[in-house]
């Protein structure tokens, strides 16, 4: 579902175009319509990439924290260079999908942000609390770079932003004076 979006978009996929020319439609694959289709690809897509971010940073040796945020954040620009067309859903299909993937990506980008919030203090942060908004910031300015990447940007684009982004991760969890 997500390649197909990806390579169709959102609103011109039709079924055939998932489940192959046996002219299958959205309840032979168990799915009311294609929204539902559409989220439930979604959701195990955010999750996975999730979980390999955080196995990413986990894996960091040592005990900074920027180096397993940055880990992380590579994880998600492999994806754009990796795989574009499932990127291009999750990041922009998934905007002009129906009520219940837009509920899915909200979610999964919560989600993101208390996984690296949490990573960020499991990898011992001296400051303490970042400000409440810190990881939802990074989630959305990462979203918003690889968007823009997709959309006909700069190819490479997050990659290049990825120690920009962790800096100002670190510069947000740092303690005051």
């Known amino acids: 579902m997500l390649l197909a979006c990806g390579e169709h978009g ?40 999730s979980r390999r971010m955080a196995l990413a940073a986990d894996q960091v040796p040592g005990p900074g924290r920027r180096g397993g945020i940055e880990a992380a954040l590579a994880i ?54 970042a400000p409440r908004m810190a990881a939802p910031f990074i989630v959305a300015a990462t979203e918003t770079i690889a968007a823009q990447e997709l959309s006909g940007g700069e190819a490479g684009a997050l990659r290049t932003a990825i120690p920009d982004l962790a800096q100002m991760l670190e510069e947000a969890y740092s303690p005051v004076g």
């Open 76 to 129: 998600l620009a492999d994806l754009l260079s990796e795989r574009p067309a499932v990127a291009r859903s999750l990041l922009i299909e998934a905007r002009g999908a129906g009520p219940r993937t837009q509920a899915a990506r909200v979610r999964a980008l919560a989600e993101l942000g208390e996984v690296i919030d949490e990573r960020w203090r499991h990898l011992g942060s001296p400051g303490g609390d």
């Open 10 to 49: 959102y609103r011109s996929v039709k079924a055939e175009e998932v489940c192959g020319e046996r002219g299958a439609c959205w309840a032979a694959m168990s799915f009311a319509d294609k929204d539902e289709c559409f989220a439930a690809a979604y959701e195990h897509a955010a999750e996975e990439l």
